[in-house]
């Protein structure tokens, strides 16, 4: 048997074992951060996707005297790994589009059952509401 077939299942393991991690969480029981929630609407076009990944909450503040800061807490909820891609979109008062540069696609590597926490901060103090967008 040559090298590169007895090295393949040793190669098949360790990519199956990667792909498979999950991650232990530990954080402070009696927090003392007091985060301004956001209620949301949420609009589900992609079943699959809404049940694979979701926002647990979303935070908002305002930064530098008068820029809109968005925070949001996203959950793998399935056991092994994945990647989502997401982005902010901001509007003004009018529910006008608000453009910025930071308004593209950007990559979110999950492991199994993480949460983890996306922020932007909007360019201009113009805009006053915000879109979070999720695709795969």
Known sequence: MNKFASSLPAAALVLLLVGCQNVNTYENAESRATPNYVA?????TDNTLAGAVRVVSIN????????LKIQATVENLKSSARTVNYKFEWFDQDGMAVNSPNEVWKALPLQGRESTTISTVAIS???VDFKLKFRE
């Open 125 to 127: 103090p113009k805009a």
């Open 40 to 44: 949301d609407k949420r609009v589900i």
């Open 60 to 67: 908002q503040a305002t930064v530098s005297g008068n820029l």
